[in-house]
């Protein structure tokens, strides 16, 4: 295991397509977390997962983005009608069950709406 | 709502010296976690170091260490004996203790390490 793994690692798409990023996390981790970075901002959170629960979505910018991970293992973030605003790099990070845990990120997604 | 500022967009160094970049954080809550992340060009973010609030002492990897001044709500990186591979983005981040892994970011420090 080599680490979060993301796919693909760039996106370019029209605006109003939909388009779905994958992450695969770190495999012993239960813990999974999605966030957004933007040109010259830090990661913003979004979603987080326990195993396949997701305990966490409110911070998901609109109705427009939606979060699964239905077995507790790899993740999906899907954005419906993409807007130019949605190009951003998309980062998935996991953890273990300790509570302290360290994050560990993947490369990222970077989406851009034309 | 925590709040991480990082008032130094961009800094340089010369290798082998000794560079401090700062953050301040702004919260209410007692128990959290501060963090330093480190994201150089093209690559993924990882972790420089952690530190608990509730302890005083301030915590140290290696070349990298912090000044955690807790009362400040300052959150110091110093990095000695700086490296050309130490050049990338660094972020400050804050986490509430219990929630879920939510990581308040800065907007990051652009390290430069000159030759």
């Known amino acids: 295991d080599t680490g979060v793994s993301q796919d693909p690692r760039h996106k370019i798409t029209k605006r109003g397509q939909n388009v779905t990023f994958r992450c695969d996390p770190i495999s012993e981790h239960n813990r999974l977390y999605w966030y957004r970075q933007t040109l010259g901002q830090g990661p913003e959170f979004l979603t987080y997962f326990q195993n396949e629960a997701q305990l966490e979505k409110s911070r998901l910018l609109s109705d427009r983005f939606s979060a699964e991970r239905p077995k507790g293992s790899f993740s999906t973030l899907e954005i419906q009608r993409t807007e130019q605003g949605d190009s951003a790099m998309y980062l998935c990070?996991?953890?273990?069950?300790?509570?302290?845990?360290?994050?560990?990120f993947g490369q990222g997604t970077r989406l851009t709406v034309v | 709502a925590q709040t991480v500022t990082q008032s130094q967009p961009e800094m340089s160094v010369q290798e082998a010296e000794t560079v401090t970049l700062s953050c301040t954080y702004d919260t209410s809550e007692s128990n959290y976690y501060l963090f330093w992340y480190k994201q150089p060009p093209s690559r993924q973010m990882i972790l420089v170091i952690r530190q608990e609030a509730y302890k005083q002492q301030n915590a140290t990897e290696n070349r990298f260490s912090v000044n955690f001044q807790k009362a400040a709500k300052s959150f110091s990186l110093k990095i000695s004996d700086s490296q050309l591979g130490d050049t990338a983005m660094y972020f400050c981040a804050f986490m509430k203790r219990g929630s879920q892994g939510n990581l308040i970011f800065g907007k990051g420090t652009k390290l430069s390490v000159k030759p």
């Open positions: 990070a996991s953890s273990s069950p300790l509570s302290n845990a360290e994050a560990f």
